[in-house]
């Protein structure tokens, strides 16, 4: 017997039987985008990125100082906002402040940091 034996297998999903007619409505659902309505999980909120949205993003990798870790960890929780979600949202802020603005901040956390 090897390791791979002792694996925790996925319990198998019930199929349940459908009717060609809500087979079809659900594939025309499909085509069109919209949720499907035999699906269970369809009705359950996606967890993480669907399919489409993981296109348009990359992973990245940063560091912070664990002030910041903190406060975002603290942001997160207040506002339920994933914290990927909420660095896209203040990048998009500081990206649309003017050159003068950009700089009073960057100067202001260099004193906070120091």
Do not use: C
């Not at 090897?2 to 694996?7: G, P, R």
């Not at 359950?44 to 910041?68: C, M, N, V, W």
């Amino acid at each position: 017997m090897s390791l791979t034996d002792l694996k925790r297998k996925k319990p198998k999903q019930v199929i349940k039987s459908v009717s060609v007619d809500d087979f079809i409505e659900d594939a025309n659902n499909y085509a069109l985008g919209k949720a499907s309505l035999l699906s269970t999980a369809s009705l359950a909120q996606p967890k993480g990125l669907d399919k489409k949205s993981t296109k348009i993003y990359r992973h990245a990798t940063f560091t912070l100082t664990e002030t910041s870790i903190s406060q975002l960890d603290v942001l997160a929780k207040e506002t339920k906002i994933a914290k990927s979600r909420l660095l896209r949202i203040l990048i998009d802020e500081f990206s649309r402040r003017s050159t003068e603005e950009q700089l009073r901040v960057v100067n202001k956390s260099k004193k906070d940091e120091a």
